[in-house]
């Protein structure tokens, strides 16, 4: 999906509520290690020999903070030795899900009536042809990543997402808090929707950026066990996030986690017809009581 169809997708979908302001939820997903159960780049730099994996012209771009300028020559090499874009998709389609993720987005999406979008460092065409290769592509209001092509010799070129300096906490090509920040705004401003929850899922460390930026009426969602959730408890008290933490193991467990909150229980205030899932709704009924912890922070 590029980023023009993206936008012209959410333009006619919103089309409707022009004028009258709109209250939605948004979920942010990040992609590797959170939809996808491995790393999209890595997959497909292992399709390299080992010693050029190992160059010292490789690994010492991996030490740069623009992790596009690495991956533009390791497509390069791949290139060079002939690594073919239909093995290339290959490789990217076949990589599992994170248990229950596919299920997930689409209760969100189908059920729940949220808005959905991924920020990535990963590239366009990655995520693309694993989204359509698993029928998710229509869930997601935008997809903000790297944007990258084939030419037509069959190189894969990426380019970076943007260009910062401002934010130490992520890398030169992508800064994630950036990304949630705009499309919140500019949701607002553009259509007049107005986000009551917004959820931020992740595993690693370039998404600690985006939920510090949180509201205490947002959730951050960190894998267990990874980088991210590492982090967030390690400097809890330094940190100061807003946010309410929700931690989880696979997509079915998030996806009971956030059933289970009363903010989700009934549409958002003020939006005019929402379907919550009659399962939801049961889910909601039998473990109210048993509800504790991030959701009693709730302001
Ligand atoms: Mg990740
Ligand atoms: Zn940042």
Not at 4 to 31: E, I, M, P, Y
Not at 231 to 236: A, F, G, M, T
Not at 245 to 268: A, K, T, V
Request: with cysteine; glycine share 6%; net charge neutral.
């Amino acid at each position: 999906m590029s980023s023009a169809s993206t936008s012209s997708a959410a333009a006619v979908a919103h089309t409707c509520g022009l004028g009258k302001q709109q209250r939605r939820r948004l979920a942010a997903f990040d992609f590797d290690h959170t939809i996808v159960s491995q790393n999209t780049d890595t997959v497909v730099r292992d399709l390299l020999p080992s010693h050029l994996i190992g160059s010292s012209a490789l690994t010492d771009l991996m030490e740069n903070d623009c992790w596009t300028q690495y991956m533009s020559e390791v497509f390069r090499l791949l290139h060079v030795q002939q690594v073919t874009e239909s093995r290339i998709r290959d490789v990217i389609r076949c990589i599992p899900e994170v248990p229950g993720f596919v299920r997930l987005i689409k209760h969100l999406h189908k059920k729940l009536n949220f808005d959905l979008i991924i920020i990535s460092d990963s590239n366009s065409i990655f995520i693309d042809e694993w989204l359509r290769a698993h029928n998710l592509l229509d869930c997601f209001t935008g997809i903000f990543t790297n944007p990258a092509e084939f030419s037509p010799t069959g190189q894969l070129l990426v380019r970076p997402h943007h260009q910062q300096t401002d934010c130490k906490l992520s890398a030169s090509n992508l800064c994630k808090g950036r990304v949630l920040e705009h499309f919140v705004i500019e949701q607002d401003l553009r259509y007049n929707i107005r986000y009551d929850h917004v959820f931020y899922v992740g595993d690693g460390n370039n998404d600690i950026c985006p939920v510090l930026r949180q509201r205490a009426c947002d959730f951050a969602c960190a894998r267990q066990g990874f980088a991210m959730e590492k982090h967030l408890i390690k400097n809890h008290n330094k940190l100061r996030l807003r946010a309410n933490l929700l931690i989880w193991r696979s997509g079915f467990e998030l996806l009971d986690q956030m059933c289970m909150l009363p903010q989700l229980q009934g549409p958002p205030i003020g939006s005019q017809s929402m379907c919550l899932d009659v399962n939801c709704k049961a889910e909601i009924g039998r473990r109210a009581s048993a509800v504790a912890g991030p959701a009693d922070r709730q302001q």
